[in-house]
């Protein structure tokens, strides 16, 4: 029996060295395969992959910036975002984060006009002397500041523009003194935009001026499209009036021959009855058929105007919240044309 039993634990001990052995082989193949593989690790949002790591490390302010940059820049560099989208940049209060972010960058680039007046006291905190700007809105003539003034004449209390005072600018927290901001929303300003970060993005890294060249060349082109379609479509409803809540489109207005006819801010103020009365004056003098709202914005009261006053109410969208692929400002933008065509109908 005692011999049974050595036989026994012999052929056991054999057994478990066989399995030990095969474990060891399974175990060294796999660490073997790791160590062979050519990414060890999941790359993170923060570490530029290989193909991003030849490019200097680009900040931009907000999204429509970020989206324009991105198309430029392409794979060739790292680019984040300084205010996440759907944040307000009117409301931006700037982090230690923030200043961090830009103390490591290599690029900044803004829309300029006065949209971002908080980047000074940033880059100043930053401390980062090496730090390049990028103003995207460089040579294109801005229009009367926000809150400005329609092709009428009449500033955004029915009043004419010239005997505005300075304590309508106080009222709102949204005056650009540079003028009015919002260059993006025209496909063609937008082209200028893409082509200053394109050619200060070759001077301060000529090393990739050729990828910098075909990314943009690649954008305009779309850009050009949408732009083709837009004066395609928008040219049989030519002086439509259409009333806005954020003075953010009299640059796409001015360019397809509509007319932003006035604006009423929500929800930073109350719609008073001298708003709606000003909306009804508006209404019957220009023909307006169309309240404008924005996306994520819902207002019974705006609701209620729109009903009284019998105008349809549509969506447009500023593009300061969205996706941040390039691609999403042309899907931002055929939305904006389709909502236009409904308010002109």
């Known amino acids: 029996m005692s011999s049974m039993n050595q036989y026994l634990s012999l052929v ?20 073997s395969a790791i160590a062979c593989s050519p990414e060890t690790t999941p790359p993170t949002s923060s570490d530029p992959t290989p193909e991003t790591s030849s490019g200097p490390k680009i900040v931009t302010t907000f999204l429509p910036v970020h989206l324009f940059t991105k198309a430029v820049v392409g794979e060739t560099g790292q680019v984040d975002i300084l205010i996440s989208p759907g944040n ?54 801005a229009m009367d500041g926000e809150h400005g003034h329609d092709e009428h004449g009449h500033d ?29 929303l025209d496909p063609v300003l937008a082209q200028q935009q893409v082509a200053n970060i394109r050619d200060r ?3 301060i890294d000529p090393d990739n001026a050729d990828s910098y060249r075909s990314n943009a060349q690649a954008y305009i082109e ?8 837009f004066k395609e479509k928008l040219a049989p409803v030519q002086g439509c009036n259409f009333i806005t809540f954020h003075d953010a489109f009299p640059y796409l207005a001015q360019r397809y ?13 109350s719609i008073t009855p001298q ?15 169309a ?5 994520g914005i819902k207002d019974k009261r705006v609701e209620q105007i729109s009903s009284d006053l019998n105008l349809s109410l549509e969506e447009i969208n500023p593009l300061e919240a969205g996706e941040t692929d390039p691609q999403y400002y042309f899907v931002a933008m055929q939305g904006n044309l389709e909502a236009l065509l409904r308010a002109c109908q």
């Open 12 to 31: 056991h001990g054999l057994r478990s060295k066989a399995s030990l052995q095969r474990i060891f082989i399974t175990a060294f193949t796999f660490l």
């Open 88 to 141: 307000e940049v009117h409301d931006y209060q700037a982090t230690p984060e923030d200043a961090k972010l830009l103390a490591q960058a290599d690029v900044l680039v803004e829309n300029g006009l006065g949209m971002e007046a908080f980047l000074s006291d940033l880059v100043a905190n930053a401390g980062n002397s090496e730090l390049q700007q990028i103003d995207s809105s460089k040579g294109i003539e």
């Open 156 to 184: 955004e209390h029915g009043h004419d523009e010239h005997k505005h005072d300075e304590h309508k600018h106080d009222e709102h927290g949204h005056h650009h003194p540079e003028g009015n901001p919002h260059v993006w």
């Open 201 to 203: 993005l070759i001077e």
């Open 222 to 229: 779309q850009l050009q499209q949408l732009d083709s379609e």
């Open 257 to 269: 021959g509509l007319e932003q006819e006035a604006i009423v801010e929500i929800p930073e103020e």
């Open 275 to 289: 708003n709606i009365q000003r909306i009804k004056q508006i209404t019957e003098e220009h023909s307006v058929k």
């Open 291 to 295: 309240l404008l709202t924005e996306p």
